[in-house]
């Protein structure tokens, strides 16, 4: 089993931050990939499913973004997972906006929800960065992060969380590098 958390903030009034594009991106896998309804469990939401021959269980912890560790530390261990069975769907700063890129471990870059998982379960796990660019100045970077995706950003957004569900049977089988090749063919431009 895999648990798939996307990282946020709880509530309507963030659901369409920058920083909450982790809570797209699972919600659109579990839609795509047809997951069970969301219950509450871990401090926060859960879906179960499978991706072609995995088990998975999506996460969006209900807690704010700087302890959402809490809420993958209970879930990781009450189903007796490893750090190397989880990946956290996240915002990132330092990728222009739409792109995606996987890595396994590393440090917290500042991002408070991933500073709380590292304190909860290690760093060892894998990352799904969610490019949205940087605002330019350090000084503008909390109003940038917990502000909404502009309306000309929509179509683009959606662009990338289709491709991130469409191609995520290849991250559940753990081909890190044709995952990222397949969503980066698909958002293509003309």
């Known amino acids: 089993m895999q648990l798939w958390v996307g990282l946020g903030n709880p509530g309507p009034q963030h659901a369409m931050q920058r920083h909450n594009v982790g809570f797209m991106a699972v919600d659109a896998i579990g839609e795509v990939h047809g997951f069970s309804p969301p219950k509450k469990a871990f401090h926060g939401w859960v879906q179960e499913g499978r991706i072609g021959s995995e088990k998975l269980l999506l996460l969006k912890p209900g807690t704010y973004m700087n302890e959402s560790g809490r809420s993958v530390g209970e879930a990781m261990r009450f189903y007796k997972l490893t750090p190397a069975d989880v990946t956290l769907f996240h915002d990132e700063l330092d990728l222009a ?36 660019g940087h605002p330019g100045h350090k000084d503008r970077v909390t109003g940038y992060v917990l502000g909404n995706y502009a309306k000309a950003e929509i179509e683009d957004l959606s662009d990338m969380l289709g491709a991130v569900a469409a191609e995520a049977e290849w991250l559940a089988r753990g081909d890190d590098v044709r995952f990222m090749n397949e969503v980066a063919r698909r958002l293509q431009r003309d």
């Not at 396994?104 to 290690?122: C, K, P």
Request: glycine share 20%; aromatic share 6%.
């Open 97 to 132: 906006p739409f792109k995606v890129k996987v890595k396994t471990g590393g440090g917290a870059a500042g991002h408070n929800g991933l500073r709380s998982t590292d304190q909860h379960i290690g760093n060892d796990y894998r990352r799904v960065r969610l490019g949205i």
